[in-house]
């Protein structure tokens, strides 16, 4: 492995549900020896870490988000075991793994909750958030807002109200409490010690609540949070935290803190303007985006992504804004989920290779380090027909056979069905299709990913908006020590004239490492020059 404390800067990183993945004993669910015999194919494809959603025991009311058991895996994903094994393989290929940490709440199946709620004198009872009355807290907002109606649930045997941002199969866990925040950072170290290389800390902002306050982001939740880095840190160097903190740019600023809270954020409000960009063909929801973002810093990384198990949210966009999404994206109402869009990737973008491609051109080549959810690298589909997210967590697509190489179980036992029709069907859309296809997807992105690797500024560099004179055309430069890349998109569905506002001189020898350059044989930037429809670019500058 590669001793670089920033490693995680340069990486790029794969959202893996394990359950999707590979089923190895044929029960019809992904599992992590599954897993395992696919590290060969996620490192050809040039991923540097692994993100794994929950494994942990769970009645699964929430897919894994909700743990009956922080120390357990849930049977059907393996044992310790397969985890250590699959630890020590991916270490072997220079691969990292991180996990679900859930901080905020656990099921309400856990023992500390079934304690909690039959014996008010049990330790656990302080382990969660209660009141005699529902109207404490009013101020917090409803994040499921298509299912919830209040963040408080009555339990009969408890005789009082318990919080939960989430489903009230849920419970908030109590931060106030000490032996919450002891237990939690067991709960870190015990999977630490197995060799994790970090965690993804699930809905950071709610850990805390106080009166009068929407009991978001609280400096009382950003202390325990420096609290936690402070504890890996000092017993597990090089490890990492990744914020997923739904919330605006000045917000999830707050979660890197001095250096000291996460190294990395998921840049919540670029995701949905790269998809306004990219339809309205205008470079104007981007340019928002980035210079809303703050700087981070130096040992600090945004997370950039296109898509992910959950929808794709909306709640960083205004009113507006979140209308045109829904017309353009979500045209019937089963694509719709709370504020968001509950579809993936490719269909969200009409199965258009060179939309396919402008998306994951600005996913690779902006500040910050990608996350590709898995399936999304050969476009799969998605099915609206299942229940809540699941549309978009179905059996990855290997090859055209009948079980797509997924599992042996019969079809009727798999977790869910696996997308077997249409355009997005596995015998079309496949792993093994697309490795033998020099013009395919992953083939292309493939390549794009070798490039962004031999090239670290990438992950290093910082950015400059450039003027290019066309509403169209996205212009940026990006800049480390020495070296220079200049990246262009048109995100225009025609050819558009480009006028950089630059200074002769000032842009030596532009090599085109990655993109489109028909027409443009002399990379004369210093005067107007155009860009076929819906391509993108990337220039070193020597
Ligand atoms: C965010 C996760 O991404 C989502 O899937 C989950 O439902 C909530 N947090 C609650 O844990
Ligand atoms: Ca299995």
Known sequence: MEENSLWYKKAVFYQVYVRAYCDSNGDGHGDLRGLASKLDYLQATGIDCLWLMPLYTSPLLDDGYDIAGYKDLLPEYGSLEDLKSLLDEAHKRGLRVILDLVLNHTSDQHPWFQSARQDPKSPFREYYVWSDDERKYSRARIIFLDTQKSNWT????????????????????????????????????FWLEMGVDGFRADAVPYLFEREGTNCENLPETHAFLRRLRRFIDENFPGRILLCEANQWPEEVREYFGEGDEFQMGFHFPLMPRIFMALRSGEISPLTWALSKTPAIPESCQWCAFLRNHDELTLEMVTEADRQWMWEQYAPEPRMRLNLGIRRRLA??????????????????????SPVIYYGDEIGMGDNIDLFDRNGVRTPMQWDGSARAGFSQARLQDFYAPLISEGEFGHQRVNVQRQENEAGSLLSWLRQALRIRKAHPIFGMGDMTLLESGNPSVLAFERRFGEERLLVLHNLSRRKQTVKLEMEPGTMPRPEVIYGYAKGMPDFNFYRPFEMEASTYLWLKIT
């Open 347 to 368: 269909p969200l973008l009409g199965n258009e290779r060179s939309l396919l491609e402008l998306a994951f051109s600005l996913l690779l080549s902006l500040p910050g």
């Open 154 to 189: 009555w339990d009969e045997a408890a005789g009082q109200y318990f919080w939960h941002r989430f489903y009230p199969s849920q419970p908030d866990l109590n931060y106030d409490n000490p032996a919450v925040q002891s237990e939690m950072l067991e709960v870190a170290r």
